[in-house]
């Protein structure tokens, strides 16, 4: 197997970002690689904890995979509200002790614990204000999950949306201390360094300044916790409208739009890569992008044949394949093959990404397959079944904590999919 997992001891590495030096404008050179000194708006190297005058990040080994499968689950910020607003540390330490427990009880090995939605922290961050749920609390959320987690001996990923904006009022109310509120508020870049899609503003990826701030995010965790990864979900590209990032896309001498912004996304995961394993080299970096190849590159501009393919861009791939047996145009067992045919490198571990969250629902996009997980409530048992039998799958993860342990429909159905699964989990080696 390609799994890679376990509690890891956070060394103390020495490491800085090398800032762009070219002054910020509208106008972007022809590779679309531009920004200026964010030196008042992101860490300094002081607050970074780095030495000054060092070389920009090199590549690094990937790390050495074990047999270990991974069976995980997402714990997502919405399952906050009830967790951790208005919460003491006593009480929702207690809350999560509960929520591991079960989990841990199931057989799940990993958590992935969303720690920013929305350029927000459920920890104290100097780049993102604390989260909504957050707000009102005294002490540190993350760092209580964390020791609750490992307590069970959990493997803990921190879940970060790198590109998802507020909406209007909440990037009104952001203190312009922040990066992205400082970007909303300048006339030059809120409209280039993030646009607004429907309700909610997006970073855009093409400007290094903007994912010099997601790595040095991603530092910051990395630095200050003991976590055993990071994990991004399938929040890239918000739009297949051309308005989006057209200032960048015209200048940097490109003529194919989806070309140019798989670029950007697989500049981004590549950053990320190299700031993960440059701080923490055993340390994972996950991606959980859409579950179809349409999804992903028509839409997300996903490159992820490419991720799965070649070195320093994930060391886990998560597919969320939150589809049924009788799904008309994305069958789950033929998606699942289509997955481990294009997952070629040994180091990219292959976790498939499966739903409870659509037991007894219809499933409104599955077209003649629409009433199957109405009809067949066994679903989520039958698909563990299916991907324990495949070699080339090395685990499972499970959407979502809530859905699978206090469902609002078919509740009595689930549970006994709950005790199927912890079988064979349990049962697996």
Known sequence: ????????????????FCGCTQKASRSTPKDAMFCDNIADQVQTVEQLHVTPGTTALTDQTDPVPSDERTYAMWFPYVDYAETLAQKDAASFRSAMQGRFSQAADMGINTVFLHVRAYQDAYYPSTLFPMGSYAEDIDFDPLEIMIEEAHRLSLSVHAWINPLRCPDDAGMAAMDEKY???SWYADTEKNGSYLGKVDDHWWLNPAYPEVRQLIT???????????VDGIHLDDYFYPTTDP?????????????????????QTNALMHELYKTVHQIQ???ILSVSPQGTMRGNYDSQYADVRTWASQPGYCDMLIPQIYFGFENETAPFADTVSLWTSIATREEVSLVVGIGTHKVGKEDIWAGSGSAEWQNHLDIPSRQVEFLQSLDRVDGIAIYDYSTTFSPDTAS???AQQVLAITEMLHESP
């Not at 197997?1 to 800085?16: D, V």
């Not at 194919?256 to 912004?261: G, K, P």
């Open 216 to 226: 040095e995010g991603v530092a910051e965790i990395l630095r200050n916790y003991a």
């Open 1 to 16: 197997m390609h799994k890679l997992t376990g509690l890891l001891i956070i060394p103390t590495l020495i490491l800085t």
């Open 281 to 283: 080299p055993k340390a």
């Open 179 to 181: 990066p992205v509120a």
């Open 243 to 263: 308005s989006f990032d057209a200032a960048a896309f015209q200048e940097s001498g490109s003529s194919d739009l989806s070309a140019f912004r798989l670029e």
């Open 412 to 414: 009595e159905s689930m």
